[in-house]
Each structure stands twice: as structure tokens, then as C-alpha cells.
């Protein structure tokens, strides 16, 4: 019965490490992308692009049998359908193992108000993508690098044609060398660009596109057959990514980085890098919808097609650290003279909830609050409406924890109540353990009978916490995800809600509350635990001097607004009591 005293206060104490412990669990875990998918064209033995380096054995993977479709038009398009696995990811004509990872031609930028992009000529692939409006010290320009060719971060945006000419030349890719084509008249040259590439009997047109401010990027690809055969090309969209977390995440916690996919069929899935690795990934492979990106802690970069045709996903091993998860898309075939057009948006940049979920379905679920997202969801946007309110995340904290508090105040109460009443009893109980001393069953039928008489039941002043604990975990989720909390100011020395708090002022504060709410709370009649509760706030203190500002302002505040109510309950209760002698 001594220990069920303590049960409150180990509950809510190590809340803390429930939370921390989740997301270290979710950290990695997934069930998204299979091992590396290779595509086959029918009769023509067409694997998929090396992404720009020499695949190992690892890369392997099924292969992918299309019948083309005589139609043009985009529901014609036929549904791919693995076969064996394929022998080679080197496609006939393109990257081979003598090709430089790092090969590089002449780079164009593309530039808005949040965003700069950097386009290279080989293969126009997406190299760099320089958030403007992001800032952080992390970064050798002192603001947020999605795409990069930093060895350890390489990160890029690859898209190209599957397939070949009778004779055996590929079609253009990724790896292929574009030179620039002129623009339509009365289009910004800052925001527009168009590259060429001709191989195979196709001429391939990449027209990039991004608004004046934003972080999507317009993608189309313009297919002519300038050749005298017709011709049944696949387009592919591809990320490519090294396994490295990006500079400047927290060693104390860590959120989910790695491939991401979305379908009807499969809803969100997601996969880490070491799946990808030990080839124990799964995912959908085949559908007709959905989109697939990569996601680090507050950013995320994803392709969208914009159709509703048939695609597989794929994903695969490269080298050592470096992944490329993708999609391909069969295009109707093509007669001599022929041409037709595919486009597809890439979004890279912050997870703003109300932008991606305008974007595709399901985008904004890379904001990942896990199993407790049903409540995250509703909590985030109460946040934001309280932000519109204050226009400060650090007060709509505030105010959002007052209002849960306000909610849960009956459950709250119902608890504090149960453990003044077991303070007051703690006397008594302290002399049932000298009188019972050695004699350990009738100490525990004198407690019974005590706790029956006072009718207090030792587990009342948990139950009400338990219930309120999937909430508190959902609003961590909330906190440590959202990216509007990065560089948000709150008060005074707090200017980042994302970063720890610069002069600890916040976590002393905290292990202050939890002093006093130890004091409060009724003290274990053995000794050595009585110690132990002492212990703890000094003990967990120490956590929150590494976690966000933002995490530790919220835990602040709902700590002095329960001793608020626990001091007012209490005092409430003793008036009761002293009124009945």
C-alpha cells in the first residue's frame, strides 16, 4: 500500500520519459519502401537509372514488365506489374560504375522570395535548394540547405525517361546532358527555366517553374519522337539521399528522418534508411495514386505527378549512405512526329500543415504526431487559432495549456482531492507502520480498514492522471514538430521556441515546480522513497535543460497551474475537515 502512495507522483514525473521514450521508438520506425525496385520494358531489358553512382549488389531488386498503351490520353496508361528480378540496375546507355557520383555542368538559378534553387545541366537535376526565410547557424550561409552536394549530405532531385531506341540508345535522363532552351515570352527568367536533351529518337524538354513566393516547384516534361520507330518511354521522378541526420538536431531527442510514401491503398508509410540497407523494406508498390518524399525533423521534400495514372514506387541502395526512393509512370506510346507532356510539382521546404495539405492527400500527415494523431491534429489547431489570437507561439503555449487545464480541471480535482485527503491521513499511517512494524498483513488490513473508514481509495489520485496522459503526449508531438516553432521568439531572452533556452532560466523554473509539487503531494511513509521523490525533480530537471523552449514553457505552465489548483483544493479540504471537529 506504501508503494500505490507513490504511484501519482512516478506517473506524472516520468510522463516526461514516456514521452521522450515514444518518440525515440518512433525515431526509425516504418513500414513504407521495400527493397530497391528495378523497371524492365518489354522486350527491350530496360533497368532503371543509376542514381548518378555505381549500384552494388544491394540495389537489386524486382523488375517491372509494361504494355503500352495505343491510346494517348493519360488513363490509357498501363499499370505496371513486377516480374523477376532484374540482373543489373545499369541502364543500357546510362550512369555506369566509370561515371563520377559528382559529375557537374553548367549550373542555372531559380530564385523566389523563400527559395533559391540550383539546376545542374547534367541530367537537370536539382542540386541545391537554399531556404531563404529559414534561418539557422547549423549551415555555412547561415539559412536552411534542403538539396546539397556536401559529401555527407548529398541530397537531389533527379527525374529522367526508362527506355530506349531500337538501336539501343537510351532516352534522356538523369544523368544526360541538357543545354538550355528559351523560354515562352513574358515569363520571369528568374523563376522560369527550360533545358533540352535529345537521345534515342526523343527529345526531352524539362521545364522548371516556381511562383514569386513558396516552395513548390512546377515541374513538366515536354516528350517529342524525332525519331522514324515509335516509341514507349516511362518517365521517373527520383530523390536521392544520403542516410546522415542534417546538421543541427538535438542529441537528446530525435524525430524520424527517411523515405515517405502515400496511397489509397497503403495511406502514410514510411521506412528508415537501414531498411533500405539489410533489403527489408515494404511498401504499396503499384498504384494509381499517391506521392512519395523524405523527411527530416520540420522539412520534408516530396513528388507529386499530377495525374491520376498508374506509377510504382521504388526504392534502393545506391552506395554506402546513399538511398534513392522514387516512382515511374508508363506514357502512352508515341508515334514519329508525336509528342505529349507529364508534369509533377516537388515541394521542398518547411512542413506547413495548411500548404501541403492543399498540395496532394495525405501531405501533411509528414507532420508525424504517430499513433496519437487523432488528438494531435485538433490540439495543433487550436494552437493556431490562439496564434492568430496573440500572434506569439510562446503565449498561444500558454493560453493552450491553461484551456487543457480548464478541461481537465473535474478529473484534476477529483485527483487532488484523493491525495489531501491522503496527506492528512499520513500521521496515521506513519503510526500503523511502527505499531506493525514486523508484522507486514495485519499492517496492510489496518491501512484497508483506514482507507475505508476515511473512504479514500489509494489509487484515486492516479486514475484522473492516467487519462489525461495521452494528451499530454499528443501536445509534446505538437510542440516538437511543428516547425513554426523554429526561430519563434517568446519572451524577453527566449528567441528561438525551437532551441534549448540560452540561460536555463526556464528548466531551473521548472525543477522549482516540481519541488513544490512534491512538497504538496502526500510523502511515502518509508523513508528511502521519501527520498527518492526529493530526488526526482533535481533528477528530470536535468532533461529539460537539452528540450526546446517551447516543451519546457509548456511543462512550466502546467506545473504552476496545478499547484494553483492543488494548493486551492487542499486548502479547501482542510477547511472542511477543521469545520467537522
Given amino acids: 500500500m506504501d508503494t500505490r502512495r507513490a504511484v501519482l507522483w512516478v506517473i506524472f514525473s516520468l510522463s516526461l520519459l514516456m514521452l521522450w521514450d515514444a518518440y525515440m521508438r518512433h525515431t526509425g520506425q516504418g513500414s513504407m519502401f521495400a527493397g530497391p525496385v528495378g523497371t524492365e520494358q518489354a522486350a527491350k531489358g530496360v533497368t532503371p537509372p543509376n542514381s548518378g553512382a555505381a549500384a552494388t549488389s544491394g540495389g537489386q531488386g524486382p523488375a517491372m514488365t509494361v504494355a503500352p498503351a495505343a491510346k494517348t490520353d493519360n488513363a490509357a496508361i ?5 516480374s523477376k528480378p532484374s540482373a543489373s540496375l545499369t541502364a543500357a546507355g546510362v550512369a555506369s560504375s566509370g561515371q563520377a557520383a559528382g559529375a557537374s555542368g553548367e549550373r542555372f538559378i531559380l530564385k523566389n522570395s523563400d527559395v533559391e534553387l540550383e539546376i545542374d545541366s547534367q541530367g537537370a537535376r536539382i542540386v541545391r535548394a537554399t531556404l531563404l526565410n529559414q534561418a539557422s547557424d547549423a549551415y555555412e550561409g ?7 552536394q556536401v559529401p555527407e549530405r548529398r541530397y537531389e532531385a533527379q527525374t529522367g525517361l526508362i527506355g530506349q531506341a531500337s538501336n539501343q540508345v537510351p532516352f534522356p535522363n538523369h544523368t544526360s546532358v541538357f543545354k538550355k532552351a528559351p523560354i515562352r515570352e513574358g515569363l520571369s527568367v528568374d523563376q522560369n527555366l527550360s533545358l533540352v536533351s535529345e537521345s534515342g529518337g526523343i527529345k526531352l524538354t524539362k521545364t522548371y517553374s516556381i511562383d514569386t513566393a513558396g516552395y513548390v516547384v512546377k515541374v513538366a516534361h515536354s516528350l517529342q519522337n524525332t525519331g522514324a520507330d515509335s516509341v514507349a518511354p516511362m518517365v521517373y521522378l527520383q530523390l536521392m539521399r544520403t542516410g546522415d541526420r542534417p546538421p543541427g538536431e538535438s542529441q537528446f531527442y530525435q524525430t524520424f528522418i527517411g523515405p515517405t510514401v502515400y496511397t489509397n491503398e497503403g495511406k ?6 537501414s531498411d533500405i540497407e539489410k533489403n527489408k523494406a515494404t511498401h504499396v508498390k503499384n498504384a494509381s495514386d499517391g506521392w512519395f518524399g523524405i523527411v527530416q525533423h520540420y522539412f520534408v521534400s516530396a513528388w507529386v505527378p499530377r495525374n491520376e495514372a498508374p506509377r510504382e514506387f521504388y526504392t534502393k541502395r545506391v552506395e554506402n549512405n546513399l538511398y534513392s526512393v522514387g516512382l515511374i509512370q508508363a506514357l502512352p506510346a508515341m508515334a514519329p512526329g508525336a509528342q505529349q507532356t507529364h508534369e509533377a510539382i516537388l515541394f521542398s521546404g518547411p512542413q506547413l500543415q495548411e500548404v501541403l495539405e492543399k498540395l496532394a492527400p495525405g501531405l501533411e500527415l509528414v507532420v508525424d504526431y504517430g499513433w496519437l494523431t487523432f488528438l494531435a491534429k485538433p490540439i495543433y489547431w487550436l494552437l493556431d487559432q490562439l496564434f492568430g489570437v496573440v500572434a506569439n507561439w510562446g503565449w498561444a503555449i500558454v493560453l493552450l495549456t491553461v484551456i487543457i487545464k480548464l478541461v481537465f480541471y473535474p478529473l484534476s480535482a477529483a485527483s487532488y482531492k484523493s491525495m489531501a485527503k491522503m496527506k492528512a491521513v499520513t500521521p496515521r499511517l506513519m503510526k500503523l507502520r511502527e505499531l506493525y512494524v514486523n508484522d507486514k498483513p495485519k499492517l496492510n488490513q489496518a491501512m484497508m480498514e483506514l482507507y475505508k473508514n476515511e473512504k479514500i481509495n489509494p489509487l484515486g489520485g492516479c486514475l484522473p492522471i492516467l487519462v489525461q496522459i495521452p494528451v499530454f503526449i499528443a501536445l509534446y508531438w505538437v510542440l516538437l514538430a511543428s516547425v513554426e516553432m523554429r526561430n519563434a521568439p517568446w519572451l524577453g ?7 534549448p533556452d540560452p540561460y536555463y532560466i526556464l ?4 525543477a522549482i515546480t516540481m519541488f513544490i509539487q512534491t512538497k504538496l503531494n502526500p510523502p511515502p511513509p518509508d523513508p528511502i522513497q521519501a527520498k527518492v521523490m526529493m530526488a526526482m ?4 530537471s536535468v532533461f529539460f535543460f537539452f528540450f526546446p523552449a517551447g516543451l519546457v514553457l509548456y511543462w512550466l505552465v502546467n506545473n504552476i497551474l496545478s499547484i494553483a489548483q ?3 483544493v487542499m486548502k479547501n479540504i482542510e477547511k472542511q475537515a477543521a469545520s467537522h471537529r
Avoid at 531572452?493 to 532551441?499: E, H, I, R
Avoid at 528548466?507 to 521548472?510: I, K, L, Q, R, S
Fill in 78 to 82: 498501363p499499370a505496371p506489374t513486377v
Fill in 537 to 540: 525533480p533535481i533528477v528530470f
Fill in 493 to 499: 531572452w527566449v528567441t528561438d521556441l525551437s532551441a
Fill in 566 to 568: 492543488q494548493w486551492m
Fill in 142 to 148: 547561415k539559412r536552411v540547405v534542403i538539396f546539397d
Fill in 507 to 510: 528548466p531551473v523554473v521548472m
Fill in 268 to 273: 502514410f508509410q514510411k521506412i528508415d534508411f
